[in-house]
C-alpha cells in the first residue's frame, strides 16, 4: 500500500479562500471637507522617516516642554515617546479649548429612558466639573501623582469628568468595564494597587434601574481578602441628591461625591505638568493565562496618537457632532471617545444603555436628534442591528458622512448593509484593526485617499508598517494568498509601554517569539506579535482572520473561523453566525456551525442544508460544517459578544464552565440539549 501523502503546513499558512471584495471609492463632497487629502502623508511616514514623522501627531497638542528624544530605544521593548517633554491630557482635552470653544457642547450624554433629557455638557462646564472633582481627588481622597486609582463606573457623564480629573493630578487610572463583576473589579483593585475605588450606585440597562453598589462592597470584601485595603468607595448617584443603590452605605468608607463635591466649589486645581512617558491608565486585558495584564498607556505618546487618528481617521472636525458606541470600559472608549475626540475639541456623545432599547430604531433617533454625523461601532452592534431591524434606518432623517467598524472583523455582507442601509450609500467607511495594547488604530484607510473594500482592514496606518511572519519567522509576502501572524515592524506613540508590574510577561508575550536579539536597544530587533492571523492582499490591503487561535485545521486545510462565519451570512435568513471546531478523528478538526435567524424565520432541515451548501459554495467542500444548528440566540456576554468557548464545549462535549455571568445563560442549557441530546 503506498504510503499516505503527509502535507506539512505552519500553523500560520492558512488556507485562504475568501476573496477579495471590490473597491469602493468616497464620494467627492466627502473628499473635499476631509482633514487628510494629502496623499504624500505615507511618504512621510514611510520608515525613512521613522520616528520623526510623529512629530506631526505631538504638534497637535499643547505641551509645557519639548522633548529631548522622540523616540528613546534604550529600555528596548519599553519604548518611551517624547522623552523630556512635559504635557497634561486634562489641560490637553479641557482648558486648551475654552478661548474658542467654550460654548460647544464637550459630551452629549444620552440616558437610557428617552423620557430624560439630554445632557449637554459644555467645555466650559466640563472644565469646571473636572477641576473640582481633582480637588476632591486630591484633598479629600488623599490622592497624588503616580497613585492609581480604581474606576467601575457605568457609560455616564461622570467617567470622563472623573477620569480627566485624574490626569490633571497624575494619577493614574484603571477603568473597570461596568458590566464586569465585582470579582473581576477586586482583581483589578489588587494589581493596581488602588487604595480608592470610584463608582455609581446605579445605572440602566434595558429600561431597568441595575443596582451598581453591589458590585463595589464585593470588590472591596475580596480586594482585602487579597490585601489590598481599599479606604475610600467615592459613589457617583445616577440621580444627583437620591441614592438608588440597594446596600447600605458603609460608615467612613463609602462617601456620595454629589454630597462631598458640595465643599469644593468653586476649585481650580493647577495641571500636574506630567512627563510625556509617565503613566495615564492602566487597561486590563484578557491573556492566555486567565490574569489579566494590565496594559499601562503612557501619556505624551498616547495622547498625541489618539488626536492623531482621531482627526486623520475618523476626520473629526470642530463643528461635527460624533458618536462613538462603543463603552469607556474598553479601549476604545477611552482613545476614541474621551481622549482623541476630546482632544482635538470634538462633541463627543455617550449613550448610557443598549443600542436596541426601546426598540432598534434607537440609534437613528439618537443620531437624528443630534444631527451625528460621523458613526463609530463594533461589527456585533451592526450584526445586531440588522437581526432585528434591517429596515429601522431608512425611517429616520440623518445623514452620516462617516462611519467605522473596530473591534473584530466586518463580513463583507454585513459591511455592504452598514454601507447601503445606514450609510445610505453616502458615507465613507474605515473599517479599523487593533488593540488594547496599541491604544489607536493600526491598519485602516485614510477616508479621502484610500479606496474601501469590504471585509479588509486596509494598509497599515501611516507610520504603522505591518509584517507577516510565518512560524519559522519568514516573511510571507503581500498577495502569496498565505496567511500568517502579523506584527508591526516598528514602534509607534499609542503603543503600551509594559504589562504592569511584570516586564518579563510583556517582553514573552509581545516580541520574544519574532525578536532578532533580546540585547538589542534598537528598534529594528524588536518586532510586535499582535497575536492576530491576516492575509495580506497584493494592493497591500490587510485581512485579519481573528487570533491565532480561531483557525481550524481541516483535513491539513488552515481555515479561519471568520471566513465560515461569513460565507454563512451570504444567506440572507442568517442573522448570525458562529463556527467552533470539532475534533475529528480522521480530519484531525472539522467546524460546527451555530446560526440565529432573522425574526420571524423557522428554523428546517432544508434551511440548514442551503446554508451547508452556501458554504460549499463560497469557500469549497474542505469547509463544510459538520453539523449546521439553528439556534435561537447565541450565548452572549453582556456587551454582545458571541461567547464561542461556551459553543465549542458543548460541541466537543466538554464542561462549559461557569456561564452564570452571561447575559442569557438559560440559553445554554437549551442548546446543550439540542447539541447533545
Not at 92 to 115: G, M
Not at 187 to 206: C, E, F, H, K
Not at 649 to 665: M, R
Request: aromatic share 10%; charged share 25%.
Amino acid at each position: 500500500m503506498a504510503e499516505k501523502e503527509v502535507v506539512e503546513t505552519s500553523e500560520a499558512q492558512i488556507a485562504v479562500h475568501w476573496g477579495e471584495e471590490e473597491f469602493y471609492h468616497p464620494s467627492a463632497k466627502f473628499i473635499a471637507q476631509a482633514n487628510m487629502a494629502d496623499e504624500s502623508v505615507y511618504d512621510r511616514f514611510s520608515l525613512d522617516n521613522f520616528p520623526n514623522c510623529y512629530k506631526e501627531y505631538a504638534d497637535l497638542l499643547d505641551w509645557y516642554e519639548y522633548w529631548d528624544e522622540i523616540l528613546d530605544t534604550s529600555d528596548a521593548p519599553c519604548f518611551k515617546w517624547f522623552k523630556g517633554g512635559k504635557i497634561n491630557a486634562s489641560y490637553n482635552c479641557v482648558d486648551r479649548h475654552l478661548p474658542k470653544y467654550k460654548n460647544k457642547t464637550a459630551i452629549h450624554f444620552v440616558p437610557e429612558l428617552e423620557e430624560e433629557k439630554v445632557d449637554h455638557v459644555t467645555y466650559q462646564e466640563l472644565y469646571v466639573r473636572v477641576n473640582e472633582m481633582a480637588a476632591l481627588l486630591r484633598d479629600f481622597a488623599g490622592l497624588k501623582r503616580g497613585d492609581r486609582v480604581t474606576l467601575h463606573l457605568p457609560m455616564s457623564a461622570e467617567l470622563p469628568i472623573t477620569m480627566l480629573a485624574c490626569a490633571r493630578l497624575g494619577v493614574i487610572h484603571s477603568q473597570v468595564f461596568g458590566g464586569f463583576s465585582g470579582k473581576a473589579c477586586a482583581d483589578r483593585i489588587v494589581d493596581s494597587g488602588s487604595r480608592v475605588l470610584i463608582t455609581m450606585d446605579a445605572y440602566y440597562r434595558g429600561g431597568k434601574l441595575l443596582d451598581h453598589k453591589e458590585k463595589a462592597d464585593q470588590a472591596v470584601t475580596l480586594a482585602a481578602k487579597e490585601g489590598q485595603k481599599v479606604d475610600k468607595v467615592l459613589i457617583w448617584q445616577r440621580y444627583a441628591g437620591k441614592y438608588s443603590g440597594a446596600p447600605d452605605m458603609v460608615k467612613d468608607r463609602d462617601f456620595f461625591v454629589n454630597d462631598v463635591l458640595k465643599d469644593y466649589y468653586g476649585a481650580r486645581v493647577e495641571p500636574e505638568k506630567m512627563n510625556a512617558e509617565e503613566p495615564l491608565f492602566l487597561m486590563y486585558t484578557s491573556g492566555t493565562t486567565g490574569k489579566p495584564k494590565g496594559c499601562q498607556h503612557g501619556t505624551g505618546g498616547y495622547l498625541a496618537y489618539t488626536a492623531g487618528t482621531s482627526k486623520y481617521v475618523q476626520d473629526i472636525h470642530p463643528e461635527d457632532v460624533y458618536w462613538c458606541m462603543a463603552d469607556i470600559g474598553w479601549i476604545t472608549g477611552h482613545s476614541y471617545i474621551v481622549y482623541g475626540p476630546l482632544a482635538i475639541a470634538a462633541s463627543s456623545v455617550i449613550y448610557e444603555g443598549i443600542p436596541n432599547y426601546p426598540d432598534p430604531g434607537r440609534p437613528w433617533r439618537i443620531a437624528q436628534d443630534l444631527d451625528v454625523n460621523i458613526f463609530h461601532t463594533a461589527p456585533t452592534a451592526i450584526r445586531a442591528l440588522r437581526k432585528i431591524g434591517p429596515d429601522e434606518p431608512a425611517k429616520y432623517n440623518y445623514e452620516f458622512k462617516h462611519m467605522t467598524t473596530v473591534g473584530e472583523p466586518i463580513e463583507p455582507e454585513v459591511w455592504k448593509w452598514y454601507y447601503k442601509s445606514v450609510g445610505k450609500g453616502k458615507a465613507a467607511i474605515v473599517d479599523t484593526w487593533w488593540q488594547t495594547e496599541t491604544g489607536g488604530f493600526l491598519c485602516s484607510t485614510l477616508p479621502a485617499l484610500k479606496p474601501m473594500k469590504p471585509g479588509s482592514a486596509g494598509p497599515g496606518m501611516p507610520g504603522i508598517h505591518p509584517i507577516v511572519y510565518d512560524d519559522e519567522g519568514a516573511v510571507v509576502e503581500a498577495g502569496a494568498g498565505k496567511a500568517g501572524n502579523i506584527c508591526i515592524q516598528n514602534p509607534w506613540p499609542g503603543m503600551f509601554q509594559t504589562i504592569w508590574g511584570d516586564r518579563d510577561r510583556f517582553v514573552d508575550t509581545y516580541f520574544a517569539r519574532y525578536c532578532k536579539d533580546p540585547k538589542s536597544k534598537k528598534w529594528q530587533d524588536w518586532p510586535y506579535m499582535t497575536g492576530d492571523a491576516a492575509v495580506v492582499a497584493a494592493d497591500g490591503y490587510v485581512r485579519i482572520l481573528g487570533r491565532i487561535d480561531d483557525v481550524i485545521n481541516v483535513s491539513g486545510h488552515r481555515l479561519g473561523t471568520k471566513e465560515i462565519e461569513s460565507a454563512a451570512l451570504v444567506c440572507e435568513e442568517v442573522a448570525e453566525a458562529a463556527v467552533v471546531p470539532v475534533n475529528h478523528e480522521i480530519k484531525g478538526k472539522e467546524p460546527d456551525l451555530y446560526v440565529a435567524l432573522k425574526p420571524g424565520l423557522k428554523a428546517s432541515a432544508d434551511l440548514a442544508k442551503k446554508i451547508s451548501d452556501t458554504i460549499s459554495e463560497e469557500i469549497g467542500k474542505i469547509a463544510k460544517p459538520r453539523k449546521v444548528w439553528i439556534v435561537a440566540d447565541m450565548p452572549k456576554t453582556r456587551s454582545g459578544k458571541i461567547m464561542r468557548r461556551v459553543l465549542a464545549s458543548i460541541s466537543n462535549a466538554q464542561d462549559e464552565g461557569d456561564v452564570t455571568t452571561l447575559a442569557n445563560p438559560e440559553i445554554v442549557t437549551e442548546i446543550k440539549k439540542m447539541v447533545q441530546g
